[in-house]
Nanobody, 117 residues
């Protein structure tokens, strides 16, 4: 069964940067799939962070609190999406997940991001 595999998380100080990766073994359909990153902070519900449309007409969308600091991108040759996160804040702490925007796949394990001094 297809399941996203997230990586790249870690512990970083406020103001630091991380780049997350997510590979989805969904074959050639990946390039037509709108993909997103979500995050879940302790004790909170999962929230949508960023979305990238398919390559035929690339558009990106961001949660207001990460606009200007995070950048979502994709490499369809590698069935992979990325999340470049700059100027990280403690409020960005959480487990980050990727999935199709319409949640077509089972949730993966996610990758933990901790922003703390």
């Amino acid at each position: 069964q297809v399941q996203p595999v997230e990586s790249g998380g870690g512990l970083v100080q406020p103001g630091g940067s991380l780049t997350l990766s997510c590979e989805v073994s969904s074959g050639s359909s990946f390039k037509r799939t709108v993909m997103s990153w979500w995050r879940q902070a302790p004790g909170k519900e999962r929230e949508l962070v960023a979305t990238i449309t398919s390559k035929a007409w690339i558009n990106t969308y961001y949660l207001e609190s990460v606009q200007g600091r995070f950048t979502i991108s994709r490499d369809d040759d590698k069935n992979t999406i990325y999340l470049q996160m700059n100027r990280l804040e403690p409020e960005d702490t959480g487990v980050y997940f990727c999935n199709a925007r319409d949640i077509l796949f089972p949730w993966g394990q996610g990758t933990q991001v901790t922003v703390s001094s």
